[in-house]
């Protein structure tokens, strides 16, 4: 499963991206809004670091506003996805964009049937948002199931971005699931990170070897005792 970082913050992305973990980004307007920055500027440094997939949202309503900023958005960087809200107008533009050759993510997914649409529509990723469901009373990543598995009974290259995580559980659940990608917060990602028996078996590993008072050997030490191969 492919991992996504859900923010527009680029000292997170830059954090996860020199780890290696990092797949792609997503972004949406809020979470551009958060970071009080010129557009521009912001997604430029964040497509300088991620050569993977960087997910824009449009913000017009109406067909021809999202096909004018889905274009525009994808001259900043081959690898932009142009996320479009799953609406009427929102599927007429994902495929038109599709037509014209650039990725597209339908977002704002909430059942099987809206992620059938988008699939319909040519969508290259569609985003069911689990944590949205759950707070509403609902088994979010039920969701995540029944898309997949209708996507695999008709062999859909629609791709599954499971969004709106909110905990680690989820992570694991989509993965368990087969999901193509899950993209989270950052808070979420660095929990994956850590673990507590973590911290206390590198804490005694330490304090022994301090106990011991051993040392590693130097490098000049090693290079002079080398002795070639073979
Ligand atoms: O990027 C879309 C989605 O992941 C938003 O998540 O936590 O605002 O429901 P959330």
Redesign the pocket.
């Known amino acids: 499963m492919k991992i996504f970082l ?1 923010t527009a913050n680029i000292a997170s992305i830059k954090t996860f991206a020199d780890m290696g973990v990092l797949d792609g980004v ?3 307007p ?2 551009v809004a958060k970071e009080n920055q010129d557009f521009h500027e912001l997604v430029s440094a964040i497509l300088k670091i991620v050569p993977g997939p960087v ?1 824009l ?1 449009v913000v017009s309503q109406d067909t021809e506003g999202m096909l004018r900023e889905g274009r525009d958005l994808a001259l900043l960087g081959p690898n932009v996805v142009v ?1 479009c809200p799953m609406t009427e107008p929102g599927l007429v533009a994902v495929r038109k964009l599709g037509k014209e050759g650039l990725k597209t993510n339908v ?2 997914v909430f059942s099987p049937n809206q992620a059938l649409l988008a699939a319909k529509a040519g969508a290259t990723y569609v ?1 069911p ?4 469901l759950d ?1 509403a009373g609902h088994e979010g990543m039920e969701v995540v199931e029944d898309t997949l598995q209708i996507y695999r009974n008709y062999e859909i290259e629609t791709q599954v971005l499971v ?4 905990h680690p559980v989820h992570v694991v659940q989509a993965a368990k699931l087969g999901a193509h990608v899950a ?3 950052p808070d979420v990602l660095d929990k994956m990170v850590r673990h507590p028996l973590t911290d206390t078996g590198l804490k005694r590993f330490l304090d022994d070897w301090a106990k011991a008072g051993l040392k590693l050997p130097e490098r000049r030490t090693l290079v002079a005792k080398a002795r070639p191969y073979g």
Do not use: H, Q, V, Y
């Open positions: 859900d997503t972004t949406n809020t979470l997910n949202e996320k977002t704002l985003s948002f689990i944590g949205r707070d969004a709106s995580i909110r993209t989270m917060p």
